[in-house]
T-cell receptor
Framework: AQSVSQHNHHVILSEAASLELGCNYS??????LFWYVQYPGQHLQLLLK??????LVKGIKGFEAEFIKSKFSFNLRKPSVQWSDTAEYFC?????????FGTGTRLQVFP | DADVTQTPRNRITKTGKRIMLECSQT?????MYWYRQDPGLGLRLIYY???????NKGEISDGYSVSRQAQAKFSLSLESAIPNQTALYFC????????????FGEGSRLTVL
């Protein structure tokens, strides 16, 4: 079965800093990858997704992710974070008929 | 109104009690899921259902049971709650042609003393 790993458990940044959160999936072949975000006290919502095609995927709120097949990676990036980006971020991979989530990365952005 | 509604939102109970968490959706989706979220462990799948007659175990189904009463309703039960079932529980839905996009409820925080 597929799995994903997120190595950054807690990231602290100042506003305007650049962000990169790591995500690695377990094996190759066709993969569908996702980033979900959970703002404090809220439910998870989809940030962006990759199915095929252009490996650079753009999502909501200025986030993007790059699929690098040779590295089994799907890292999330944002050039300049804002305080409102404080949230928990989950990478996920589609495994047949379900989603498998990573352990999450908690991002704190200070003004 | 939320498309995916969970009740109760918060519940404190004692070890050994039976607890039911309910989920209803107005999105018209066929597929429904129950996940639990624990700090440092992310979200783990408990059960999922493709329709009323199709229920599947996830990675951590022990100690839980589910009921799909209708297309729009999917309940999670803890027959005899134990403290390590203290967690945040999320219900989610998806379309029949599963693309990987899940629509989550607001969550049910359960504390077992």
């Amino acid at each position: 079965a597929q799995s994903v790993s997120q190595h950054n458990h807690h990231v602290i940044l100042s506003e305007a800093a650049s962000l990169e959160l790591g995500c690695n999936y377990s094996y190759g072949g066709t993969v569908n990858l996702f980033w979900y975000v959970q703002y404090p006290g809220q439910h998870l919502q989809l940030l962006l997704k990759y199915f095929s095609g252009d490996p650079l995927v753009k999502g909501i709120k200025g986030f993007e992710a790059e699929f690098i097949k040779s590295k089994f990676s799907f890292n999330l990036r944002k050039p300049s974070v804002q305080w409102s980006d404080t949230a928990e971020y989950f990478c996920a991979v589609k495994d047949t008929d379900k989603l498998i989530f990573g352990t999450g990365t908690r991002l704190q952005v200070f003004p | 109104d939320a498309d995916v509604t969970q009740t109760p939102r918060n519940r404190i109970t004692k070890t050994g009690k039976r607890i039911m968490l309910e989920c209803s959706q107005t999105k018209g989706h066929d597929r429904m899921y129950w996940y639990r979220q624990d700090p440092g462990l992310g979200l783990r799948l408990i059960y999922y259902s493709f329709d009323v007659k199709d229920i599947n175990k996830g990675e951590i189904s022990d100690g839980y049971s589910v009921s799909r009463q209708a297309q729009a309703k999917f309940s999670l039960s803890l027959e005899s709650a134990i403290p390590n079932q203290t967690a945040l529980y999320f219900c989610a839905t998806s379309e029949a042609g599963f693309t990987g996009e899940l629509f989550f409820g607001e969550g049910s925080r359960l504390t077992v003393l």
